[in-house]
């Protein structure tokens, strides 16, 4: 049976970036669904959360993390 791998919390870091004029904070990242819960903030205000793929993700962000 394969091992269940754990969240990696990403929140004391303070990862962000911004894409459109929207600025995402990394909060936590899933890796047996590659997957990242993210916080929005349009005009230094929080939107949402949201999960979104780990593809999705600039380059420099990706490197950061290092999934594997």
Same mark, same amino acid.
């Given at each position: 049976? +394969?091992? $269940? $791998?754990?969240?990696?919390?990403?929140?004391?870091?303070?990862?962000?970036?911004?894409?459109?004029? @929207?600025?995402? !904070?990394?909060? !936590?990242?899933?890796?047996?669904?590659?997957?990242?819960?993210?916080?929005?903030?349009?005009?230094? @205000? $929080?939107?949402?959360?949201?999960?979104?793929?780990? +593809?999705?993700?600039? =380059?420099?962000? =990706? =490197?950061?993390?290092?999934?594997?």
């Amino acid at each position: 049976m +394969a091992k $269940k $791998k754990k969240n990696i919390d990403l929140s004391n870091k303070n990862l962000e970036f911004t894409e459109n004029g @929207v600025e995402y !904070r990394l909060i !936590r990242f899933k890796p047996e669904n590659m997957t990242l819960d993210v916080l929005r903030y349009e005009n230094g @205000v $929080k939107k949402d959360e949201l999960n979104l793929p780990f +593809a999705h993700l600039p =380059k420099t962000i =990706k =490197k950061l993390i290092k999934p594997n």
